[in-house]
Protein backbone atom coordinates (compact mmCIF):
# COMPACT_ATOMS: atom_id res chain seq x y z
CA UNK A 1 0.00 0.00 0.00
CA UNK A 2 3.09 2.35 0.44
CA UNK A 3 3.49 5.23 -1.93
CA UNK A 4 6.24 5.50 -4.67
CA UNK A 5 7.25 8.35 -6.85
CA UNK A 6 6.88 8.00 -10.39
CA UNK A 7 10.13 8.63 -11.56
CA UNK A 8 11.90 10.69 -13.90
CA UNK A 9 9.62 12.03 -16.73
CA UNK A 10 9.27 15.23 -18.36
CA UNK A 11 6.02 17.46 -16.98
CA UNK A 12 4.08 16.79 -20.08
CA UNK A 13 4.46 12.99 -20.08
CA UNK A 14 3.60 11.93 -15.94
CA UNK A 15 0.03 10.23 -15.24
CA UNK A 16 -2.48 12.61 -13.84
CA UNK A 17 -3.40 11.98 -10.00
CA UNK A 18 -7.12 10.09 -10.09
CA UNK A 19 -9.18 12.88 -9.12
CA UNK A 20 -7.78 14.53 -12.14
CA UNK A 21 -7.07 17.57 -10.71
CA UNK A 22 -3.14 17.60 -10.11
CA UNK A 23 -0.44 15.43 -11.96
CA UNK A 24 0.35 12.26 -9.60
CA UNK A 25 3.47 12.05 -7.37
CA UNK A 26 3.02 8.75 -5.94
CA UNK A 27 1.07 5.04 -6.81
CA UNK A 28 -0.34 3.31 -4.46
CA UNK A 29 -1.94 -0.16 -4.38
CA UNK A 30 1.09 -1.95 -5.43
CA UNK A 31 1.03 0.73 -8.29
CA UNK A 32 -2.19 0.43 -9.86
CA UNK A 33 -3.63 3.69 -8.48
CA UNK A 34 -2.05 6.88 -9.25
CA UNK A 35 -2.35 10.45 -6.91
CA UNK A 36 -1.19 13.56 -6.51
CA UNK A 37 0.64 14.77 -3.13
CA UNK A 38 -2.36 15.85 -1.23
CA UNK A 39 -4.41 12.84 -1.91
CA UNK A 40 -1.69 10.70 -0.99
CA UNK A 41 -1.17 12.35 2.66
CA UNK A 42 -5.21 11.60 3.04
CA UNK A 43 -4.75 7.86 1.95
CA UNK A 44 -2.13 7.59 4.71
CA UNK A 45 -3.81 9.17 7.05
CA UNK A 46 -6.85 7.26 6.42
CA UNK A 47 -4.56 4.37 6.17
CA UNK A 48 -3.32 4.85 9.75
CA UNK A 49 -6.37 4.94 11.10
CA UNK A 50 -7.00 1.84 10.04
CA UNK A 51 -4.49 0.08 11.18
CA UNK A 52 -5.00 1.72 15.00
CA UNK A 53 -8.50 0.32 14.92
CA UNK A 54 -7.37 -2.96 13.62
CA UNK A 55 -4.56 -3.23 16.43
CA UNK A 56 -7.45 -2.54 19.10
CA UNK A 57 -9.90 -4.87 17.89
CA UNK A 58 -6.99 -7.42 18.00
CA UNK A 59 -5.98 -5.89 21.21
CA UNK A 60 -9.99 -6.67 22.46
CA UNK A 61 -10.29 -9.99 21.25
CA UNK A 62 -7.25 -11.44 23.17
CA UNK A 63 -8.43 -9.88 26.41
CA UNK A 64 -11.74 -11.37 26.04
CA UNK A 65 -9.74 -14.63 25.52
CA UNK A 66 -7.93 -14.39 28.77
CA UNK A 67 -11.21 -13.77 30.20
CA UNK A 68 -12.62 -16.60 28.90
CA UNK A 69 -9.70 -18.91 29.68
CA UNK A 70 -8.96 -17.24 32.92
CA UNK A 71 -5.46 -16.68 31.82
CA UNK A 72 -4.96 -13.33 30.81
CA UNK A 73 -2.03 -11.75 29.08
CA UNK A 74 -1.54 -15.19 26.29
CA UNK A 75 0.33 -13.15 24.00
CA UNK A 76 1.72 -9.96 22.87
CA UNK A 77 -0.32 -7.14 22.86
CA UNK A 78 -0.29 -4.07 20.36
CA UNK A 79 1.20 -1.08 22.19
CA UNK A 80 -1.65 1.34 23.62
CA UNK A 81 -1.29 4.55 21.56
CA UNK A 82 0.03 7.31 22.94
CA UNK A 83 -0.93 11.21 23.36
CA UNK A 84 1.87 13.06 21.41
CA UNK A 85 4.23 15.09 23.85
CA UNK A 86 4.48 18.52 21.51
CA UNK A 87 7.57 20.54 22.60
CA UNK A 88 7.21 24.61 21.51
CA UNK A 89 10.93 24.44 19.45
CA UNK A 90 13.33 27.78 19.41
CA UNK A 91 12.46 29.51 16.43
CA UNK A 92 15.17 32.20 15.65
CA UNK A 93 13.45 34.33 13.20
CA UNK A 94 9.52 34.21 12.24
CA UNK A 95 10.34 33.79 8.16
CA UNK A 96 7.02 33.59 6.62
CA UNK A 97 4.12 36.12 7.38
CA UNK A 98 0.60 35.94 6.10
CA UNK A 99 -1.07 38.90 5.31
CA UNK A 100 -4.83 39.38 6.50
CA UNK A 101 -5.99 39.04 3.31
CA UNK A 102 -5.37 35.53 3.46
CA UNK A 103 -5.70 34.58 7.15
CA UNK A 104 -8.29 32.62 6.93
CA UNK A 105 -7.55 30.75 3.68
CA UNK A 106 -4.68 29.21 5.03
CA UNK A 107 -3.35 26.31 7.42
CA UNK A 108 -1.87 28.27 9.94
CA UNK A 109 -0.13 25.57 11.52
CA UNK A 110 1.28 24.52 7.82
CA UNK A 111 2.76 27.62 8.09
CA UNK A 112 4.55 27.44 11.58
CA UNK A 113 6.00 23.75 10.68
CA UNK A 114 7.62 25.82 7.38
CA UNK A 115 9.13 28.16 9.94
CA UNK A 116 10.58 25.62 11.91
CA UNK A 117 11.76 23.66 8.65
CA UNK A 118 13.13 26.56 7.30
CA UNK A 119 15.24 27.59 10.33
CA UNK A 120 16.41 24.17 9.97
CA UNK A 121 17.59 24.56 6.72
CA UNK A 122 19.08 27.61 7.56
CA UNK A 123 21.50 26.17 9.55
CA UNK A 124 23.36 23.87 7.11
CA UNK A 125 22.15 25.65 3.64
CA UNK A 126 21.41 29.75 4.31
CA UNK A 127 20.66 30.59 0.77
CA UNK A 128 18.16 27.21 -0.19
CA UNK A 129 16.86 28.79 2.97
CA UNK A 130 16.43 32.55 2.58
CA UNK A 131 15.19 31.47 -1.58
CA UNK A 132 12.95 28.86 0.10
CA UNK A 133 11.56 31.56 2.62
CA UNK A 134 10.78 34.41 -0.42
CA UNK A 135 9.28 32.06 -2.25
CA UNK A 136 6.90 30.68 0.35
CA UNK A 137 6.13 34.12 1.30
CA UNK A 138 5.56 35.41 -2.06
CA UNK A 139 2.83 31.24 -2.17
CA UNK A 140 0.97 32.44 1.20
CA UNK A 141 0.48 36.05 -0.01
CA UNK A 142 -0.18 35.72 -3.82
CA UNK A 143 -3.68 36.96 -4.12
CA UNK A 144 -4.63 35.61 -7.30
CA UNK A 145 -3.41 32.14 -6.81
CA UNK A 146 -6.44 29.83 -6.23
CA UNK A 147 -7.21 28.47 -3.09
CA UNK A 148 -6.57 24.41 -4.08
CA UNK A 149 -3.11 25.82 -5.79
CA UNK A 150 -2.14 27.54 -2.69
CA UNK A 151 -3.32 24.51 -0.63
CA UNK A 152 -0.97 22.14 -2.86
CA UNK A 153 1.97 24.78 -3.12
CA UNK A 154 2.03 24.79 0.29
CA UNK A 155 2.08 20.95 0.49
CA UNK A 156 4.86 20.31 -1.62
CA UNK A 157 7.02 23.17 -0.54
CA UNK A 158 6.81 21.79 2.92
CA UNK A 159 7.78 18.41 2.07
CA UNK A 160 11.19 19.71 -0.31
CA UNK A 161 11.81 21.22 2.92
CA UNK A 162 11.45 18.50 4.89
CA UNK A 163 13.88 16.68 2.62
CA UNK A 164 16.32 19.40 2.58
CA UNK A 165 16.92 19.23 6.18
CA UNK A 166 17.84 15.33 5.97
CA UNK A 167 21.60 14.66 4.69
CA UNK A 168 21.58 14.05 0.65
CA UNK A 169 21.09 11.18 -1.30
CA UNK A 170 20.21 9.80 -4.36
CA UNK A 171 16.84 8.60 -3.62
CA UNK A 172 16.12 11.67 -1.87
CA UNK A 173 17.03 13.87 -4.84
CA UNK A 174 14.96 11.04 -6.60
CA UNK A 175 12.11 11.58 -4.44
CA UNK A 176 11.92 15.39 -5.19
CA UNK A 177 12.11 15.65 -8.49
CA UNK A 178 8.47 15.23 -9.06
CA UNK A 179 7.54 17.44 -6.29
CA UNK A 180 10.08 20.11 -7.80
CA UNK A 181 8.67 19.88 -11.19
CA UNK A 182 4.94 20.15 -9.92
CA UNK A 183 5.84 23.19 -7.68
CA UNK A 184 7.21 24.90 -11.18
CA UNK A 185 4.24 23.86 -12.96
CA UNK A 186 2.22 25.74 -10.02
CA UNK A 187 4.40 28.68 -10.14
CA UNK A 188 4.48 28.89 -13.92
CA UNK A 189 0.58 30.28 -13.68
CA UNK A 190 1.73 33.57 -11.76
CA UNK A 191 4.64 35.79 -12.99
CA UNK A 192 6.59 36.44 -10.07
CA UNK A 193 6.03 33.48 -8.60
CA UNK A 194 8.39 31.69 -11.43
CA UNK A 195 10.43 34.48 -11.86
CA UNK A 196 11.31 33.50 -7.93
CA UNK A 197 11.10 30.09 -8.52
CA UNK A 198 13.49 29.76 -11.14
CA UNK A 199 15.86 30.89 -8.64
CA UNK A 200 16.03 28.87 -6.01
CA UNK A 201 15.30 25.33 -7.94
CA UNK A 202 19.05 25.36 -9.10
CA UNK A 203 19.94 25.47 -5.21
CA UNK A 204 18.42 21.77 -4.91
CA UNK A 205 21.36 20.40 -7.01
Known sequence: MS?????DQP?????MCYCAERPAAFWIYNGQLPVC?????????????????????????QDQMGFITGIPGLGA?????QAPIH????????????????????????????NVLMTGIEATNPALAEGLTRFA?????????????????LTLIEAV???ATKPPSPKSKLLMMPWLARIG???ASVEALLEIWDRVKPLFH
Do not use: K, W
Not at 3 to 7: H, L, S, T, V
Not at 11 to 15: D, G, I
Not at 37 to 61: G, K
Not at 89 to 113: E, F, K
Open 77 to 81: RYPEE
Open 185 to 187: AIA
Open 11 to 15: PHART
Open 87 to 114: FQPVVTNNNIRVSNSTVGAINTGQVAHL
Open 137 to 153: NAAVNEPTLSAPDREEL
Open 161 to 163: SEA
Open 37 to 61: MPCYEAFMRASDIQQRQAERHLNFL
Open 3 to 7: GQPPG
